[in-house]
């Protein structure tokens, strides 16, 4: 069976920055796409970043030049580093990974809350 565990999230200060990471074990086989996903109360879940196994890039409008996305593939790990972080950033951050097999899983979701 497999899982995604995610770490990092916490409370921040508008400007500052957080670390999140995302781990999959079990058993697995190779990840296509990796990414993060995000959803504050009242709103619908929207991708923030994801990264494919060549390591193209892709985020959304309101993170770019703040976020950077990255992965371990021998470690099934993705990271999500956030810089400057605004108060719209709050919200719970979901870990999300695409297999090649096909299958998609998803994490349990870490908060995020920006504020002083």
């Known amino acids: 069976q497999v899982q995604l565990v995610e770490s990092g999230g916490g409370l921040v200060q508008p400007g500052g920055s957080l670390r999140l990471s995302c781990a999959a074990s079990?058993?697995?086989?190779?990840?296509?796409?990796m990414g993060w996903y995000r959803q504050a109360p009242g709103m619908q879940r929207e991708l923030v970043a994801a990264?494919?196994?060549?390591?193209?890039?892709s985020y959304t409008d309101s993170v770019k030049g703040r976020f950077t996305i990255s992965r371990d593939n021998a470690k099934k790990t993705v990271y999500l580093q956030m810089n400057s972080l605004k108060p719209e950033d709050t919200a719970v951050y979901y870990c999300?990974?695409?297999?090649?097999?096909?299958?998609?899983?998803w994490g349990r979701g870490t908060q995020v809350t920006v504020s002083s």
């Open positions: 990264i494919i196994s060549g390591g193209s890039t």
């Open positions: 999300n990974m695409e297999f090649v097999s096909g299958a998609v899983y």
């Open positions: 079990g058993s697995i086989g190779s990840v296509y796409v």
